[in-house]
Nanobody, 116 residues
């Protein structure tokens, strides 16, 4: 079992920055990939960024060049640095982890609101 706890959301003006954190606990050695998803009101949840155990990275096209995903293995924490935020980035952001047994885990979500 893996537990995920997100933090770092909030309200920011357009053009501003936030850093989200996802702290993992439990069977962290079994995690093969960690990602950030977001869901805006009335929209489907979408993958924003993902980092694998082998450090391969994936990004949603609309955040490339603005968002950076990174990992601190010593702290079992994955970060999402978000720069140049836009109102359309407003959503609840969820941390997600996939383990060796193909189990998927979700955090509770953190709200990001970008005002224009």
């Amino acid at each position: 079992q893996v537990q995920l706890v997100e933090s770092g959301g909030g309200l920011v003006q357009a053009g501003g920055s936030l850093r989200l954190s996802c702290a993992a606990s439990g069977s962290t050695g079994s995690i093969v990939a960690t990602g950030w998803y977001r869901q805006a009101p009335g929209k489907q949840r979408e993958l924003v960024a993902r980092i694998s155990r082998g450090l391969s990275l994936d990004y949603l096209d609309s955040v490339k060049g603005r968002f950076t995903i990174s990992r601190d293995n010593a702290k079992n924490t994955v970060y999402l640095q978000m720069n140049g935020l836009k109102p359309e980035d407003t959503a609840v952001y969820y941390c997600n982890a996939l383990d060796l047994q193909k189990h998927i885990y979700w955090g509770q979500g953190t709200q990001v609101t970008v005002s224009s």
